[in-house]
């Protein structure tokens, strides 16, 4: 069942204004992103006073992630260098020249590992952590995959970084060279050391679900399919330029400093939705909920307003990106599989419920359909 973005987003205000008050990060999440959810896909850019070069979101309402990892210089090669494991469950530490540092991943073995399997990669949002991946907990994944024969791969740590590599090194987010360390250094040391046959895919949620989309298009030979939850896929729409930078900014990192200024080629080519051909041939599952409270939302939960007023129109921005990138798939003729949940805001437990929903489209792209 699908619902407009318009219909969402009148709804969402008709509930959350019986809400009251909620704490100044909600409050100011509401305010820069919910007036631009509406905003039509080929808008433009903004008004240069509503967005500039600089971090979007307020200082005050920022958050501080702390000092950023101190790089190293004695980092030459791509290298698993800790290690550990406890039944299917497995954890790496890997030093990335790239990064100069060191990135901790959660790996999840397959069921069966009599033969050789494929791998998939996950991501996720904007607050990931360096030592434990969402997906392990609330996303549930080792529960989910226990009976899977494949690879799970969970990224830790790039928090804000869009999974990108950025022009600059960041004052506050440090240095950021996430797709040379995710699709050139890490891959052969995993295919090496878990004894993989080659297939991937790539999955994520929010941040993540633009960044598995933007890193699918932009390496066409590595991944076999996508599944992208609760994402925005072009950069240089309005909705699609805005949030990039409330990315960026929201954990006090400068837009600036990602691709350089607003509009050039390197804006472009991170864009999805005008890169889509790139993904021909790939198989595609997308989901979004309406921003409106579901089935996860209970009024007596503390949390309650603000999973409501800052997970509601993000998510309705989330709805509007979506539909654009399907939009743009059914032009080229592109096939791929979306789900609009009739209800829901921007949060784990939802990312949780696709995970089973994006599984046979995964199952294909990694070559476990026929098995």
Not at 191 to 217: F, P, R
Request: overall charge negative; hydrophobic content about 40%.
């Amino acid at each position: 069942m699908r619902h407009t973005v318009n219909s969402a987003r009148s709804q969402f205000f008709s509930r959350a204004s019986r809400v009251g008050t909620v704490g100044t990060l909600a409050a100011a999440t509401t305010l820069m992103f919910s007036g631009i959810a509406t905003a039509a896909p080929d808008s433009g850019s903004l008004d240069s006073g509503s967005v500039t070069s600089g971090s979007v979101v307020p200082d005050a309402f920022q958050t501080n992630p702390g000092p950023p990892p101190v790089l190293r210089d004695d980092i030459l090669v791509p290298a698993i260098m800790k290690k550990s494991q406890s039944g299917k469950q497995r954890r790496y530490e890997v030093e990335s020249p790239a990064l100069r540092r060191a990135v901790t991943l959660d790996v999840l073995l397959p069921n069966d590992n009599s033969v050789q399997r494929p791998t998939l990669y996950m991501l996720e949002g904007v607050s990931a952590s360096d030592s434990r991946s969402g997906w392990m907990k609330m996303g549930d994944g080792p529960a989910f995959f226990a009976d899977k024969n494949v690879n799970v791969v969970m990224i830790n740590g790039g928090r804000s970084s869009l999974y990108t590599d950025w022009n600059e090194i960041d004052p506050v987010l440090g240095l950021n060279q996430w797709e040379t360390f995710i699709t050139k250094e890490l891959p052969s040391l995993i295919d090496n050391e878990l004894n993989t046959n080659g297939v991937n895919a790539i999955a994520g949620n929010s941040m993540g679900a633009q960044a598995a989309m933007m890193l699918a298009h932009r390496n066409p030979t590595l991944y076999g399919g996508v599944a992208a939850f609760s994402g925005c896929y072009s950069t240089t729409d309005a909705i699609g330029r805005l949030s990039v930078q409330l990315t960026a900014s929201h954990q006090s990192g400068d837009p600036a400093n990602i691709w350089g200024e607003f509009g050039n080629d390197t804006w472009k080519a991170h864009d999805s939705v005008i890169n889509a051909e790139a993904l021909r041939g790939k198989q595609i599952y997308l989901s979004v909920a309406d921003g409106t409270p579901g089935p996860h939302e209970d009024p007596a939960d503390a949390d309650y307003a603000q999973a409501v007023v800052v997970g509601g129109p993000i998510e309705v921005g989330s709805n509007r990106c979506t539909k654009t990138m399907e939009d743009r798939l059914n032009e080229l003729d592109i096939p791929v599989t979306v789900t609009y949940e009739p209800a829901g805001v921007h949060a784990w437990p939802y990312w949780k419920d696709q995970l089973p929903k994006a599984w046979p489209t995964l199952e294909k792209a990694l070559g476990l359909e026929a098995l």
